[in-house]
């Protein structure tokens, strides 16, 4: 167990933020309390993302021509959403579009060659991607050649070379010098269609009006929640609780039983993200997108309900392939010696579509980077890679590539997601390969799986609250973690719920609170004989039961103590 470390001198500086919060801030990097302005006058420049004149150039005359436009998105929650804010605002200014997502397991992703094939069908003037194309030079080469202007909106890391495109909008372009190189692929999607409405006087409503599917894709796709993005996800979070949001947001929540009056991130994460993330994975994201497009709640409900069925579906299938990843590396726990510096998994009959999480829920318990793979049906590799802190995932593979020339048939992805593609024949190489590349760049400790945390709560501190003030103290998300506090309580009582969930009552230190806790997934590490006190690293969390609200302690870790 690690503490974060706060400078003393930017604790005292965000002082008026109160006690707790200062010192919370200061540990996430925050200097002064103009940081903690989240007002949309804040956010960084609209004109300042390079690229993005030559972008609203090329719409303008496309809307003015009245020219068919098709929107390419990309199949996971970030695509969607940034496909329907597009979508959603070229509507708007009266553009006559359609849109056309890549099906996993016949595309593959982003703007392939194949895909624009199936897009000359719609008959477009231009092609505008979103949360893809960077990579795509032989896709965006052969749309200019049949014809079309293409515009790539996209966040991902470019290669060595950027495609032909008429017109690019990317964040991560060397030498860009916006200020937010942490934009998800709808933050880009926002800024061009904001841009294009200043362009063309469009109810100064109209963009703004769409920051809940903003945020939406921002949390779900995981991109470091800097003060930029914490604006944009804060408004958007604000929209959905004034219900001010799109109806197929409010439908995902509430399918999620999650209610929208008092929607946090962590509701966008794992009740509204997964669900939306599912037609990707299993189907089509046409699903998810049309949830997101529709204006009647009632359809929007429909869909929602069919979302949460894939996702069901996609839990069972995940849940069969974690115990046949773990089965694969059984015998190889930390300590042994054994286990290496990179986890890499592959079974016949995996589902590409879930290969992300097994590599993600690989990633948390060994707490080293992991890589699963899957086969299409030509019998190419699929990989699907997640890292951990310390390691450019993305890099390392472009280094792998660089030194086996021809073993990687593509790749790309961010500093802590990628994906790729290679035979199969390739992987035991491949294996080693990231495997030395990994333990290159690692600092040592870094596969230790040390807990960081915000240090211990004082006595008077648990309580409600405290609780709501560092709720209301929200965004927090990737990059600008939740706050997650260290202690040793009295072990009250201690019962298993569901499969391997605990419930927990416990006695603060100081004997004078008692709460309740919730430590899911965790019931192994507790053991038969009952320990009188544990160790937690913990969330204090709003508990709302039967109308109720209490504090509550969310564990993360615990151990006898």
Known sequence: MHRRAADPAAVTALSGAGGVLARLYAARGVRSVAELDLGLAALAPIGSLDGIEAAVALLAR???????ILVVGDFDADGATSTALLVRVLRALGGTVAYLVPDRFVHGYGLSPDLVRDAAAHEPALLVTVDSGINCHAGVALARQMGMDVLVTDHHLPGASLPDATAIVNPALPGQGFPSRCLAGVGVAFYV????????????????????LVALGTVADLVPLDRNNRILVEHGLRRIRAGA???????LLTAGKRDPRLAVTTDLAFAA????NAAGRLDDMSVGIECLLSDDPGRAGELAELLSSLNEERKEIEARMQQEALKAIAGLEPGTGALPPVLCVHRPGWHSGVVGLVAARLKER????????????????????????GLHIRDALADVDARHPGLIERFGGHAMAAGLSMAPEGLATFRAALAAEVTARLEPGVLDGA????????EEAFGLATAE????AAPWGQGFPEPLFDGIFELLEARVVGLDHLKLRLRTAG???????????QAERLGAARPAHVRLAYRLGVNDYAGVRSAQLVIDYLEPA
Do not use: M, Q, W
Request: contains cysteine; glycine residues 16%.
């Open 193 to 212: 269609a904001a841009a294009l409405g200043r362009e063309l006087g469009a109810d100064r409503g109209l963009v703004p009006g769409l920051l809940d």
């Open 511 to 521: 004997g004078r609170r008692t709460l309740d806790g919730i430590a899911f997934r």
């Open 469 to 472: 003030l560092l709720r209301d």
């Open 62 to 68: 496309h809307l003015g021509a009245g020219n068919r």
């Open 245 to 251: 949001c799109r109806p197929g947001i409010t439908a």
């Open 366 to 389: 060994y707490h080293r980077p992991a890589v699963a793979f899957a086969a299409d049906e030509g019998g190419l590799l699929k990989g699907s890679a997640r890292s951990v802190p």
């Open 451 to 458: 807990i960081l945390s915000d240090g211990e709560l004082p």
């Open 273 to 276: 993200g997964p669900r939306l």
